[in-house]
Structure formats: C-alpha cells, structure tokens
C-alpha cells in the first residue's frame, strides 16, 4: 500500500489543516499509469497552500494577536514537536487500517500486469481534454473592465470607505476581484469551447456544459489536416490580388483627406472659412480617389485571369472588406491628424473671434460654443466623406454601384478623439473667457442695472456733489473701457474688442448725457423758481397795503423774507453758481439758459433797493390808518355807553309775566358786549401796529358783572314758571316724584344764590353811598338813594315772590311722592278707592291742580302705606325684569376654531360671572315678602338660570375635551390606529358640530341654551369624550411600553410624533426629546435615514441604512431601529478610529472623527499607555508624562489657531480632558505608584477596549459604555470633588443602589451628574422638581428610566412634598430589587414593563434652603450621599482658559478667583450679589469669546474686559468705586479701550427719539451692559426701584436691535420678539400648568404655552421671555433647569421643553429679597438705579408732549421754574422730613408733572398768560412733592 501524507503549513489562524490520501493495491493496479505519473511528479517540490484573504477582523486583531502569548507558544519548538507526534501517530493509523482493508479484499489470483505502452480509451480521452484545456486556459483574456470595479465601489458603505487604510485595503480587494475575475473567466472559457468528457479522473471543479464545444473524444489529427487544406483552397484574404491591392493602398498611407496643418502659418482664420476648406478640401480628395485609385484597383481584377476558379461571391466580400479596412484608415488618420494639431501649440490653428455687444449681453462672436462646433464639424465632414464608394464585384460585373464599401468609423474610437478634441479647444479657450471676464465691472452698463441706478438716482434729490460723483463714475468706466487694448491674441484666438469697446465707451457717454440733461435742467428750474420767488417777493413788497390788516400781513411778510426767504434765496443763488461752473466745462447752455443764469446771479443785488421802498410805503399806509383808528376807538366809547345805560333800565324790571322778553333784551345785551370786544381786539393790534398806546376799554367787564345777576335770575324765574304750570296742570300719571322734588330743590338753591348775589351788591352800594352824601345836595342825595334803591329792591322782590311760590309748591310734594309712584298698579288704586270711598284712579284729563281738590290729607297715612308696598313689589318686579332683559343681549361669542370651520366658545367668563349674579339675586328675591304677585314667574326664572348652568358647565366641559381631541383624530393615521376611539369621537364631533352651527345662527345665551334635547346631547358627549380619553391614555401606555423613550414625552408631544406615519421626515422636530445628541436625520428620496446630525452640526453616518417604510407606518418602530442603529454606529465608529489612531498623527485624527469618538478613544489609549508605563518601571511613567505634555501643548496649538465650529467644540473638550489624564499622571508620579492594582491608579475613571466592546472601570466597579450619541458637547473640568462624585456614584451604582450629591448653589452637582453619564455615553435626563408633583407623574418617568436603561437626575428633590416622596421611595426600591435579581421584565405600578440594568437616579438637593422637605428613612437608604460644598475655582479656572486658547492661564485664573474674594470682602452685601462657581464660568465663557474674536490681543486685556462687563453692571453705585480699586490692584497698567459701539448707539438715540426717551449716559450705558449680558447668559434680571427705566431699557434694546437688523448694518442684531408675563398676578397652576383634580387631566400655563411657541419657532428672530414681577422662591424655583446650563422647562405633566439658542429669560424685579441664592447664582444681574438716571428725563420726555400752544416761551418758562424749585424742595424732603410711605425723587416729580399738565388741559387750545405759570407750580409743588 502506498501512503502519501500532506499537511498544509499552519494559516494565519493557527490551526493545521492535515490532508490524508490513501491508495489500495486494487487501485494502483487499475490506474497504474496515473499511479506512475504521481511518482514522478513526486519529487518536485510541493508549494504551500494559498492562504484565503484575511477577514477585517482578522485584519484588525492581527496586531493584537502576533503580540500575544498564544502566539509565541505555537511558534515554539516544543509545539511544533508535538505537531510532528500527531502527525507520526495518525499516519501509522492509517496504514494498518488500509492493511486491515487490503487482507479483506484479496484476490483468488494476481492481478495481471499491462504493458506501460499500452493505453486505455477513457486515458486517452482525460489525457487529450486534460491538455485541450490546458491550451484554452492559456489564451489570453480580456481584464475587469473599469466600470465593473468602480459599480462595486458604490455598493461600499460610506462609513466604510472613511476608515484611514481604506485605500490600501480597497486597493487588495480590487486585486483580489481581478483574479476572480479572471479565473472564473478562464473557467468560463473552457466550458465554452471543450466539452466535458464522461470519464474518470477528470478535474470535478469543471462545470458540467450543454453539448456545445468542441468534441475531443475522437481521433483529430485527420480532420485538422482536412480543415487546414480546406482553408487553404478557400481563405480568399491569402489570394495573390489581394497583395496586389493592399499595395495599391499602401501607395496613399500618407494621404489625408484634409490637410489642415499649415492652417496656423496662414495665419487667423474665420470659422466658417475653416468649414468651407474642410468641405472642399475633403471632397477633392474624394474625387481623386475615385476617379485615380478606385480605377486602379477595379483594373486588378479585369485584368486577373486566375480568378476564375474561386467563389466570386465571397472573394470580392473579402475584396471589399480589404478596401474598407483601408479606407477606414484613411478617415481615422485623416480627422487624428487634425486633432493632432490641437495637442501642440505650434501647431494649432488660429481662429478670428470678437466681443461684441448686444442689448444686454457681451459675448463672443462666433461664440465659443459655434467655434467648438466648427472645429468638431471638420472631422464630421471627414467622417462622413467616402461614403459612396461602390463594391467591387457590382462594378466589375455590371459598371454600377450594387451596394456601398462600408467606410463607418467605429464609435468608441471617434467618441473618445471628439471628447478629447473638446477638451483641448476648451482648454485653449480659457483665456478668452478670462479676458471676457475683466469686463466684469462693465456688466452694469449691459444688463440694465446702470439705467436702474441712474432712473432711481435722478428719482430722489441729490446734491450737486453726489451728481459729480455719479458722472465721474460713469466716465471711470469710460477711461477704463478705451485703456484695454483693441486686440489681444491667445494661443488659439485672435480677439477682436473693438465693438464691444465702442459699445461700452457709448452706453457709458449716454449715461453720462443723460445725467448731465438732467442736472442741466433741474439748474434750469431752479433758476426759474428762484427768479420767481424774487419776482413775487418784489411784487408784494412794492404792493401798498388797503388796511391795517394788509400793513400788519406786508410788515410780518418783509420781516419773515428778511430772515428767513432772502438767506434762503440768497443760498440758492451760490448753489446755482457752484452748479454753473461746474456745468460750464461739461455742458453747453442755450442763449435763453445763459440769460436765465445772468438773471439768477444778479438778484441779490438787486433785492437790497426793494426792501428800501417797502419802508416808505409801510410808513404812508400807517399814518393813513392812525386816523381811521382814532373813529374807532371813539365808536367803541360811544357802544360802551349805550349798553351801559341800557343795563341800569334792567333794575327796572320787576313784572312776573315779562320774564321772556327780559330774557331777550338780556341776550341782546351780552351779544353787543361780545361783537364790542371783537372790535377791541382789532382796535388793539392797530395800536400796536401804529406804536399807540393800547386802550384797555375796562368798562366792558365791569358791564359784564353787572348783566350776569339780571340773566341768570331772569332765565331761571322763566324756568321755573314754565316747569310750575306743567307740574300743576299737565298730565298728573306722567309725573314723576323724585325728579319734581330734584327740580324744585335745584329752583330753591338758584334763587337763593341769585338772591344773596342782590344782597351783597346792595351792601356794597350803601357803603358806597356814605361817603358821596357829603358832597351832593340833601334833596338830590334822597332822590338818588331812592332810585339805586328801587332797583336792587326789584330785583330781590322778584326772587322772594319766586321763592314763596317754591315753598308753596312743595307742600304739594308728599301727594305727588305717595299717588306718582310707578309701582302703583291698579290693585293698589282699587284700594285707595275704597279707602276713599270714591274712584280715584287718574286717567288722561287728571291733573295734579284736581288732586288736590280732593282733599286726601286725612288719608294721607293709608295711602302712603299702600305706596310704600307698592314700590317694594315694583323694585322686585323691576329687578327681575332688567335680569330678563340684560339677558336679551348678551350672547355668545364665538371664533372659527383653526381650519375646521367649526366654532367655539370663547370669552365667557362675563357670562358665567352674570349668571351666579342673578342666581343668587333671584334665590334672594324669592325670599321677599313682597313677591307674592309674581312668585311663580320667579320660580320658573329660577329654575330657568339653573338649568343654563348645568348646561353651561357641560358645555364648557366638552369643549375643552374636544378642542384636546380634534387636533389628535383630525390625524388619519391616529384614527386608523385607534379605530373604536375614532367613531366615538366622529359621534361626538358630530353633536359638536350640530350645537355650534345652531349656537352661531343665534348666538343669544337664552336662546343658544333653550335649544332642544342640548343638557342632554352634551351629558352623552362627555361620558363618550371619557372613554376616548381612557383609550387614548390606553394606547400612549402602549406605544411607551415598544419605545421606553416615550415616556419621558407629555401626551401631546407623543400624538404630535405618532401622526407623523406617512411623512417620517416631519418627527425631525422632536427628535431631541427622545435623543438628546439628536438634532436631525438624513432622510434619502425614498425616506431611508442614512446619517444623524447633533444640533451642533456634526454628522455620523449610520452603520446601516434604516429604512422607515419598512415600519409601515409604526413611528415607535423605525424609532426603536434608529435607537439601536445609533448604539452601533458609535460603536464601529469608535472601534475604527482605535485602529486609525495608532496609524495617524493625533493632530490630525483628533480632526476627522466625532467629538464623542475622539474623547473616548483618546482616554482608551490613555488608559492601555497608563499600564503600559506603570509595567515598564519609575522611568516609565515620567517618560509618559513628557509625552502626554507634548501632544496636550500640540492640541492647544491647534485650538489657537482657525478652526471649525465642530473642531472647535471638540479640542476644548479634549483639553479638558488631557489636562486631567496629564495631572493624573504627574500625581502618581508624586505617590510613586509602581503597579497596575495601586489605589492611586484604580481610582481614576478608566476605559478599556475587551472583547469588542469598552469598559469603564473606577475602583472595583465596572460600568458598560453605553454608546450613547451624545452630539459633539463641551465637558466638565475634572477636580478632586469631581472624582470624589464619580467614584461614589459609580460606586453606587454597582452595588445597585442610586446617588444623592448634595450641597449649596454653584456646586456643579447636576453637571457633574451629567458629566458622568457623558462619560458613559449613557442618555441621562435632568429634571426639575417642584411641589406639585405627584406619584403618578413620577411613576411614568420611572417606568421610562427601567425600560430605557437611562440616567435621571432629579434636580431639587427635596421639594417634592413628603407624602409624594415615600411613595417614590417604594417605587425607587421595586427598581432596584427588580435589578438585584437580575430579572428582564418585573411589575411595576401594576404593568409588566422591562428592565434595562443600567437604569439610574440621581437627585440633588440644596439642604437648609426654604421650602425643601426632609426626606424619608425608607428613602434616605436607597441613596448613597455626595458633599459637594467648595469647588476648586483656580484649577477650573485654569483648564477652561486653557481649552480656549489662552497661553498665561494659570496666573489668570488665580487673578479671577482674588477678584470675586476680594469682592465678597469688600463690597457691600446685596442680595443680587453672587461670587460663586456661575459666576466664575460667566466670565470664563466671555473671556472665550474675546479670545476667539481677537486671538492676537493681550490676555490680561481679555480677561479684565470680561470681568468688567459681566460684574460692573450689577454693582450699586457706592460698590463700583471699591470695585474698579481691586481691579486696578490686580491689573495694574492695563487702560481697556474704549469698545467700538457707535452704530449700537445711533440706533439706540433713533429708537429713543421715536419713543419720545432721553438718551443719558446712564440709559445708554443699561443697553450695553444688557446686550453684553445677553450675550454670555442665556437668564438674567434688571433689578432696581421703580423709575429706573428697566421697562424702557427692555423696550428700546428690542427696537433697536429690530432697527438694526433690518438695515443689516450690524452683525449680531437680528430681529427681536417678546412676551411680557406677570407672574405674580396668576396662580401656579396658571404660570406652569396643572393637573385636573379629578380628571387628572393636564393644562398648560401661560408660561408653558409661550416657552412652545418661542422653541418651535422656525425663524431666527431673538424671542425674549419677560417676567414682570416680584421674584419669589415659589415660582422661580420651578425654573432652575432652564436657567443653568440644561435650559430645560421642566413641566409636572412630565414634557421637557428645550430651550432654543435664540430664547432668552429676562427678569424685572425691584429686589431678590425673597430669591434663593440657588436662583441668583443662575441669573446674571444688571441693577439700575433711579438716582442714577435722575428725573430731568422725565421732564425733557414731559415738555416734548405738550401741545404746540405750550411750546416755545411757555416751555422754556416751566422748565425754569422747575429747574429752580425741584432740587431743594427734594432736598428739604429727604433732609428734614419723615415719610410715611417712601417715594422716589422721579416719583414725586411725576406727581408734579401730571399735576401741572391737569391744570393746563383747561386752556390747552387758547395760548395761555405766563402770568398764570407761577401759581399754577405754586399749587402743585406742595401736593406733589411735599
């Protein structure tokens, strides 16, 4: 038996492959050839096996393997020895199992032996296919093509393709698929061209074949022989004409068909005479062709007589395809001959091109386009040529063309020569285009932009020097057009320029033309005007006035020309004088324009002499007015007389019946007095016209005093006796009681003031008469006397017989009080009839005068009892009337609902307020004891309020379910998902629909209400309503428990995402609520999501592709696929760039992969490089440190130059992160740590990379890296306390219990959970707790962190209520005892959800602030506590300098940290005050900033910038002094500049000016500080007293940053939006939102609503948050997350509102008296002061606001008067008085203010007296300011 043993050399893999064959003696008997071909073969030697290509994993663990002991183990001699055993033990197996074999099989005889001669027919057959095949396989074969390789190429991921040797592997994959290729090629071959034999032996790696192929299997050789003499008698190609003829062809191998290679020696050439020389040129060669070589090669064949004995047909189609493949050549050679000449620059023709203008456009002509055509053309026009040549055995045999020689040339070949030939007539024209390019700056003369400027130019008023300015911009371009040369020549063009030169030269003089037209004739009109203006001012000057009236208006006319029209005229003659000279050289005037000009110019001078005779007209026309005054004055004496005389007839007056005509002569009177005073304001201008001393005529007023007495106690005695005799003898129903006893009681209080008005001047009158008795005679004294005597008397007579009739009338009162009453009703008449005895109810003839005939006093009593009822039931009936009739109008209002077209209810509160109203006004009616004659009308009224508020409140009930629903089923893909829910709702929609259309048809509230079946429709609505809501909250329970992530989204936010089924592109807004590194998905055509965006614009593409319709609609599941495709990618991201990392230089990997990646690769090899160091002795560890040093000092190289925003981002994190990794190993140094298990080195926070996966290990505890795309985030500076935090949070974490760090405001405890949670990649979700949480909430954010395997911490934990808290505790444990027995689902709150281990809470709590609870034992133990009290502030100072770039860190850091010390020492305590960790990173983040926008200016400049504009603006102004002295103590030499605000401030002082706003230095210095605060915090408060200008600070900085942002002038401004909240002024629940008590329904708060509104909004806009209002713990502490750096709204329905970049919170309030230090540490502080803004603003804001009659000499006296009393009365104030309430300075000049402005609204229309001004602040200064 012969054994033959073959092992295979061990593979990469290291494990053998052993081959065993075996041979019995049967069989080497039956294959004793093959037998001996072996042997033979044997001794050669034996190749190795090819090893397969190596898998990526192998490639990328081949590293890591060859290192390892395995490795060297079985390279070593003693396994190779035992290798060899194996081997030797189980080849003699075998050969005594074969000899075992062969005793069973022997033979009766011997096997007889064959000759080795001899061969067997299935040899012969495998011998002859075996070297058949060997021969096929040798020929040659075509390669891959291209195209193959590069279609492969595009099925690699794009991931994949980023790795770093993706080139040289791609480069041995191509190779690898060419050798495939060809192999299976070869393969293919064979099959195709042998067939394959069915015999022994043959190779089975052969494809069976259908019988094609060539059939071996018999004997060969005689039929190759009589094919070869077949082919030999018949191949036509080997006949001795055909040499003949390819003779005759070789004759022309020179010969082109065009010869165009001398073109460019004839110099440049049009295009078209290239086409046409083409043209002619080819057919002229054609024609010699056909008529020379053509016969010649027909005549070889005429001539031939050998021919005979072929077969002609095929000969001559051999014939024929000779002369084809030569013509052929001749084409290819002739059109490569001219594509030759385009590749050398000798040799390339040159074409004649021009740039010409056409209306709108420059360009080429031809254009280059046609030229490239021309140039293509010629070798169209020579492949096309030689198409007519006949075949020759048509020809020979008949004279004619039978057919055509096929002279086609190939298409690939032509295609590639026509691709190449464009690429070089391109290539030559580039510099033509160029040329045609420095035309640029005259585009504006050709595409009409130059005739827009110039029409909107000339539309607007310009001065003469921007008119210049415009010319000379057109003639620049003039100069610059016709300085270019005319011609220019490139190497394949010759340029002509002129036309366009021309055209450009034209366009620019016509605009030139035009422009000078039109100041031309604008001078000309001015001219015109100006010659007019003094044409007119001549002739009213010259004009002699008609009357005084006319002199005033001509001397008010030459003084207003004097002053104002001659300067003005006279600056417009020099205008027009500038504009001449200029015109002068540029523009040529008309004789009439030059006479016009000459005019203009001597004006001036000639006004002066018309001034002159104005005087001597005016002083002519005065003289002759004095005299007609002198009359009129005398007129008016005479008037005055006669009224005079005509008042003293009134004492006359004293019959009762004249009163009327009194009252006429009176009013005559008065109306002669009014006309009299007319003519003395008249009268008094002349007098002052004419320079005559002004007649005060006093006798008019003392008249007036006297004709008032007279007219008012005449009108009021006609008064009274008119209303007496409609009293006495009108219609006695229509009286009415009270206002008789009003009227009567106002007569009585006029007469007797008329009278005492008599009494006194008859006092006045005797003391007169005392006196002038002694000079008048007896007798005359006593006739006078008696006269002055009867007329006061009359008078008084007339007033007290007046008054006794008053008194007599009243007596009447009571009858008309008890029998008027209007709640009388003929009930109560019938009774006093009775009591009467007879009738005395009134009809239409009654009369109060028959009344009282009746004589009723003995009745009276009875009678006013019966009154008295009477009104009680009339008030009650009254009352219940007005309730029916305010109910007729009032209605429902009603507004269109969004797009439905459906409507609802809207502003009923005033509605529900009247309804309680009335309710409990008709439940107190009813209770009367007069209501007995309506009591059933009161019921049913009663019942009828009752009733419309059941209604009322199921109404409002259903409404508000709806208006929650209809936006969710309005969705087509929610009422496909929920079907049954859907057709309740559609039922209750429709009921809706129905009450709304019958409610907007008549909206009255008692007939909307009184609509059929209406309480009962909406009863059913709201129960249906409940069980839509049960199966929605059903659903939602649903959807969380497939993607746990929902659970950390509000119910609205879910059905927003779950709607989105057909269009997934639309979720991208809510990505982040689920995903918080998430910002957006790339979405291809067809909806696949192939990469993921973070919200800094950082993309990481996708392991694989995510297809969303494969979800079929299902959002939670394409969600859950992009969650776990998420997880995947960061991982193969991040095992591909380990393999990178080793490979490239770290600067510039740390540029190429995510921001996540780079970290936690860089801290993996940090910690392999840690051990390695550590392993390789003391030494080690120093060397290490030296190379950590170097590659940190290599990226803040970087970071300090220009880098991208993600760039940017990243290396400050992994600064951060070096600087860590750097001391780490420089305090192991220190300790002397020597080995791997040393305390020093477990306890730092380390990565590996194990089994494909990383691990982070802290201590003894391990954590799973979690994957987590976290985006590409900044990171926290790793201090001591810092990994104090980590070690006991991680370290709680293992032992499944949670953390609880704990510690004042500013301590970094929620970021440095966070940090932990970036670290391990794990989602973590911070949430801000407040007192109105509950179980319910706090059990679905459970549920969520169980089943998502997330991170949460609970921000303020303590101030969740102590009830709240120990159910929270129970459900904190179940978690936990759920992770303790390692279970995959548990229970929890009755649902069986699942349970990811890496579930984990953290809460934070402030201890020892108000409002905080103390939590419960049974929860104190589930957490393990962290004391964070003082961070180092220097080191985080440092590294975050550091990360920025800044090269002096440390000493800056240092001075940062003295300065807040220093302050905290020195400076007042404010409540505003903070100098704690925010503070410091407020600086920090701004000295970032400058650093990044002046990276060459001085860092100590920086840094003391950014001090200054974060702290000064919250500094009192007693404090800034102090402040400013530390800073000069720690910055000693160093003068900030002034900063570059100037366009800030105009726009400021434009906004205020429109405001009606003083723009002081204080107000203008708050917008600054504001602007700049804004910019470094995202919250901060304006703090100060009340008329400090907060509100106007707030106000303008929006409307200047608007302004700005419209004019695009500054940078930074963009448009600002506001919303202005009170919240103080609404309950919690209305600020944030609140549950339903009963319904545990949840409704969102004003804050709530506008926090939504502003981050989903889409635009750029800045979008401000203002809260107006005092500032408390109970509602600002709810807002903790938003302001620090999570800026998350945390709402108790469980939904986390982001905030977007653009949002900003702004705070007003008078003080932080009542606000945690937690809250002030968050917020940046700007503190204004009312002193410092002063009240003069107010004032100078005051006086613009008065009318136009206060203006001028009146403002300026009450501002003096003002300036002048104000400070010391306030002085005064403060100095020497005590104040009850305090007040501001601005406040009580306030008060003054309004006061005075009350006192002037009186006279607001007439010009007021100043001699009024005095008294009037002599008022108001007391009451206001004192």
């Not at 298409?411 to 020569?417: A, E, I, N, Q, Y």
Request: aromatic letters at 8%.
């Amino acid at each position: 038996t012969n054994r033959v043993v073959t092992f295979d050399l061990p593979r990469p893999s290291c494990y053998a492959h052993f081959r065993y064959s075996m041979s019995t003696h049967q069989e080497r008997a039956r294959h004793g050839s093959r037998d001996k071909a072996r042997n033979v073969t044997a001794g050669l030697p034996r190749l190795p096996p090819i090893p397969s290509p190596p898998s990526s994993s192998q490639l990328r663990s081949s590293r890591v393997f060859s290192d390892s002991p395995l490795h060297r183990y079985r390279q070593s001699t003693h396994a190779r020895g035992l290798v060899a055993n194996v081997v030797k033990e189980r080849a003699a197996m075998a050969m005594k199992q074969t000899a075992y074999i062969n005793r069973l099989q022997r033979d009766d005889g011997p096997v007889p032996a064959y000759p080795s001669t001899m061969m067997s027919r299935e040899r012969r057959v495998r011998e002859n296919y075996e070297f058949l095949k060997k021969r096929v396989r040798e020929a040659p074969v075509t390669p891959m093509m291209p195209s193959v390789w590069d279609h492969v190429v595009a099925r690699i991921a794009a991931s994949l393709t980023a790795v770093p040797r993706a080139a040289e592997l791609m480069q041995q994959i191509k190779e690898e698929a060419e050798s495939d290729y060809e192999s299976s090629l070869r393969k293919f071959m064979v099959a195709q061209v042998l067939k394959k034999p069915n015999v022994r032996g043959v190779s089975q790696d052969d494809v069976s074949r259908d019988k094609t192929g060539l059939d071996f299997s018999t004997a060969w050789r005689p039929r190759y022989l009589s094919a070869r003499a077949f082919i030999k008698a018949h191949l036509n190609i080997v006949h001795p004409t055909m040499s003949l003829v390819l003779a005759l062809c070789q004759k022309n191998s020179s010969l082109l068909l065009v010869d165009l290679r001398d073109t460019r020696s004839k110099g440049p050439i049009e295009c078209e005479n290239l086409r046409n020389t083409a043209i002619v040129e080819c057919e002229k060669t054609c024609k010699r062709l056909m008529d020379s070589w053509f016969p010649e090669v027909a005549s070889v064949f005429y001539e031939n007589k050998s021919l005979g004995k072929i077969n002609a047909v095929s000969f001559y189609e051999a014939v024929d395809t000779l002369v084809s493949n030569q013509l052929k050549d001749l084409v290819t050679r002739s059109f490569m001959a001219w594509i030759a000449l385009f590749d050398d620059a000798h040799t390339i023709p040159v074409f004649k091109l021009q740039l010409v203008l056409d209306e709108d456009q420059m360009h080429f002509y031809p254009s280059l386009d046609e030229l490239e055509n021309v140039i293509t053309s010629v070798v169209s026009v020579i492949t096309n040529s030689l198409q007519a040549v006949p075949k020759m055995h048509g020809w020979i045999t008949t004279g004619e063309a039978t057919g055509y020689v096929d002279v086609t040339t190939e298409k690939t070949l032509l295609d590639m020569s026509l691709k190449h030939l464009i690429e070089q007539v391109r290539k030559n024209l580039k510099e033509p285009k160029q040329h045609l390019e420095s035309y640029g700056n005259c585009k504006f003369l050709v595409n009409g932009e130059a005739d827009d400027s110039v029409s909107s130019f000339l539309d607007k008023g310009h001065t003469l020097q921007e008119y210049i300015q415009e010319i000379d911009k057109f003639k620049s371009v003039y100069w610059e057009v016709a300085s270019l040369p005319t011609m220019v020549y490139f190497n394949m063009v010759e340029l002509n320029c002129r036309d366009l030169k021309d055209g450009l030269v034209k366009r620019s003089l016509e605009i030139v033309d035009r422009l000078l037209s039109h100041l031309a004739a604008l001078h000309r009109a001015e001219n015109e005007r100006v010659c007019s203006d003094y044409v007119a001012l001549k002739t009213r000057a010259l004009t002699e006035p008609a009357d005084s009236h006319a002199i005033m208006d001509l001397i008010d006319h030459m003084e207003k020309a004097r002053k104002e029209l001659v300067p003005a005229l006279t600056k417009n003659v020099e205008e027009s004088h500038s504009r001449l000279l200029y015109l002068l050289e540029v523009y040529t005037f008309r004789m009439e324009e030059v006479e016009l000009n000459k005019a203009v110019l001597q004006w001036p001078k000639q006004i002066l002499p018309i001034f002159d005779e104005n005087e001597l007209i005016i002083e002519k026309a005065k003289r002759r007015g004095e005299d007609a005054l002198m009359k009129r004055r005398e007129n008016i004496m005479l008037d005055i007389e006669k009224c005079a005389r005509r008042v003293d007839e009134f004492s006359e007056y004293s019959d009762p019946d004249s009163m009327f005509q009194y009252c006429k002569d009176v009013q005559q009177v008065q109306k002669r007095l009014a006309d009299i005073q007319d003519l003395v304001a008249t009268v008094n201008k002349e007098e002052e016209l004419f320079g005559v001393e002004v007649s005060t005529f006093s006798d008019i007023e003392q008249i007036q005093l006297r004709v008032e007495p007279y007219q008012k106690l005449f009108t009021i005695t006609l008064k009274w006796q008119r209303s007496e005799k409609k009293w006495m003898d009108g219609g006695f129903l229509d009286l009415d009681a009270e206002q008789v006893e009003a009227e009567v009681d106002e007569f009585w209080r006029e007469f007797f003031k008329i009278l005492k008005v008599f009494q006194q001047q008859q006092k006045a009158k005797e003391k007169e008469r005392g006196p002038k008795s002694v000079r008048r005679s007896i007798a005359q004294s006593g006739a006078d006397e008696e006269e002055e005597e009867s007329g006061s008397l009359a008078a008084m007579r007339i007033c007290n017989s007046v008054q006794d009739q008053i008194k007599e009338f009243k007596t009447h009162l009571p009858v008309i009080s008890t029998l008027c009453n209007p709640g009388i009703r003929p009930r109560h008449w019938q009774k006093m009839s009775e009591i009467i005895g007879f009738d005395l109810t009134p009809d239409m003839g009654t009369s109060l005068r028959k009344v009282l005939r009746y004589d009723l006093a003995p009745h009276m009593d009875e009678f006013e009892s019966i009154s008295a009822g009477a009104s009680k039931e009339f008030s009650l009936e009254k009352a219940m009337t007005k309730m029916e009739d305010d109910w007729e109008m009032v209605e429902f209002n009603t507004t269109l609902y969004r797009d439905t077209g459906v409507s609802i209810l809207s502003a009923i509160d005033e509605i529900q307020t009247t309804l309680d109203d009335q309710i409990v006004k008709t439940q107190t009616m009813r209770g009367s004891p007069f209501i007995k004659p309506f009591e059933v009308q009161m019921k049913a009224w009663e019942e009828r309020l009752l009733e419309m508020q059941e209604t009322l409140d199921e109404w409002l009930k259903v409404q508000m379910q709806w208006l929650y629903l209809e936006p969710i089923f309005s969705s087509e893909d929610i009422m496909q998902q929920m079907p049954e829910e859907g057709r309740l709702f559609q039922q209750v929609d429709r009921h809706w629909k129905e009450i709304m259309k019958y409610t907007v048809k008549d909206p009255k509230v008692l007939k909307a209400t009184s609509m059929p079946g209406l309480h009962r429709k909406l009863i059913d609505s709201s129960e249906l309503l409940d069980k839509i809501n049960k199966g929605l909250n059903q659903y939602l329970e649903k959807k969380r428990l497939f993607f746990p992530r929902f659970f950390f989204l509000s119910n609205d936010e879910m059905l927003e995402i779950l709607s989105e089924t057909k269009d997934p592109s639309r979720v991208q807004p809510h990505l982040k609520k689920c995903f918080e590194g998430i910002g957006k998905l790339e979405f291809t055509d067809n909806l696949d999501i192939t990469a993921m965006f973070s919200s800094e614009g950082e993309k990481v593409v996708l392991s694989q592709s995510i297809s969303t319709s494969a979800a079929r609609g299902a959002v939670e599941k394409w969600l859950l696929e992009v969650q776990d495709t998420m997880l995947s990618s960061v991982h193969d991201v991040m095992m591909v760039s380990a393999e990178a990392y080793s490979v490239e230089p770290r600067t510039d990997w740390v540029c190429e992969w995510p921001g996540q990646v780079v970290l936690n690769v860089s801290q993996i090899f940090w910690t392999r490089e840690v051990h390695e160091a550590i392993g390789s002795g003391p030494q080690g560890l120093k060397d290490y440190h030296k190379k950590l040093t170097h590659q940190l000092d290599d990226i803040v190289e970087l970071v300090r130059g220009k880098l991208s925003k993600q760039n940017r981002i990243t290396l400050g994190a992994l600064v951060t992160i070096d600087v860590h990794a750097r001391d780490v190993v420089e305090d192991m140094i220190e300790k002397g740590v020597s080995k791997d298990n040393d305390f020093q080195w477990l306890c730092q926070l380390r990565y590996y990379w194990e089994e494909n996966n990383c691990i982070v290990r802290i201590t003894n505890a391990e954590v799973k890296y979690g994957y987590e795309y976290l985006g590409n985030t900044g990171r926290l500076v790793i201090t001591p306390l810092t990994d104090r935090c980590y070690r006991t949070l991680v370290g709680a974490f293992h032992l499944n219990l949670n953390g609880a760090p704990e510690g004042p405001a500013g301590t970094g405890k929620t970021e440095t959970v966070k940090d932990l949670a970036k670290a391990l990649a794990i989602q973590c979700v911070v949430f801000n707790c407040s007192d109105g949480l509950d179980y319910l909430a706090m059990g679905k954010f459970f549920k969520g962190l169980a089943s998502a395997g997330a991170w949460a911490c609970f921000d303020e934990f303590n101030r969740i209520e102590l009830e709240v808290l120990s159910v929270i505790a129970q459900q904190i444990l179940s978690i936990q005892r759920a992770v303790q027995a390692n279970l995959k689902r548990f229970i929890f709150e009755g649902t069986e959800i699942d349970l990811n281990a890496q579930c984990y809470v953290c809460i934070t709590m402030n201890p020892g602030y108000a409002g905080r609870s103390e939590l419960p034992d049974n929860l104190k133990v589930l957490f393990r506590t962290v004391a964070m009290m003082v961070p180092d502030y220097a080191m985080i100072g440092e590294i975050m300098l550091y990360s920025c770039g800044f090269v002096d860190a440390r000493n800056l850091s240092v001075k940062i940290v003295t300065t807040y010390r220093l302050c905290s020492e020195q400076l007042s305590s404010q409540f505003h005050y903070d100098y704690g960790m925010r503070a410091v990173k407020a600086v920090l983040a701004a000295a970032g900033n400058l650093k990044l926008k002046f990276p060459t200016e001085k860092e100590d400049l920086l840094l003391l910038r950014s001090i200054m504009d974060v702290n000064l603006p919250k500094f009192l102004s007693h404090d800034i002094p102090l402040f400013q002295g530390i800073i000069s103590d720690l910055f000693p030499g160093v003068q900030l500049p002034n900063p570059d605000y100037d366009i800030f401030l105009d726009a400021a002082r434009r906004v205020c000016d429109q405001e009606n706003l003083q723009p002081t230095e204080f107000f203008l210095q708050k917008l600054i500080q504001m602007w700049e605060m804004m910019i470094v915090r995202h919250g901060f408060m304006l703090v100060g007293e009340p008329f400090a200008g907060k509100t106007k600070v707030l106000q303008v900085l929006a409307g200047l940053l608007t302004l700005l942002a419209e004019e695009g002038t500054f940078e930074e401004a963009t448009k600002v939006e506001y919303r202005v909240i009170n919240p103080k002024a609404i309950t919690m629940g209305q600020l944030f939102g609140q549950f339903d008590a009963v319904s545990h329904e949840w409704t969102d708060g004003v804050v709530a609503n506008t926090f939504r509104e502003f981050a989903s909004a889409q635009n750029e806009n800045r979008k401000w948050v203002v809260f107006d209002g005092p500032v408390d713990t109970l509602w600002i502490e709810s807002m903790n997350t938003v302001l620090d750096d999570n800026k998350k709204l945390c709402l108790m329905s469980g939904e986390i509102i982001q905030m977007s970049a653009s949002m900003s919170l702004i705070f007003e309030t008078m003080d932080l008296s009542q606000a945690s230090p937690a809250t002030v540490s968050r917020c940046g502080m700007i503190y204004a002061e009312p002193s410092s803004l002063g009240w003069r603003p107010l004032l100078k804001s005051w006086l613009v606001m008065l009318p136009d009659s206060l203006q001028g000499d009146h403002r300026v006296l009450i501002e003096a008067l003002i300036d002048w009393l104000v400070d010391p009365l306030l002085l005064f104030v403060r100095k020497q008085l005590r104040e009850i309430v305090p007040t501001s300075d601005s406040n009580l000049v306030s008060s003054l203010l309004k006061l005075f402005e009350i006192m002037m609204k009186e006279d607001e229309e007439n010009p007021l007296d100043q001699k009024y001004m005095k008294p009037w602040i002599t008022v108001c200064l007391p009451v206001s300011v004192n």
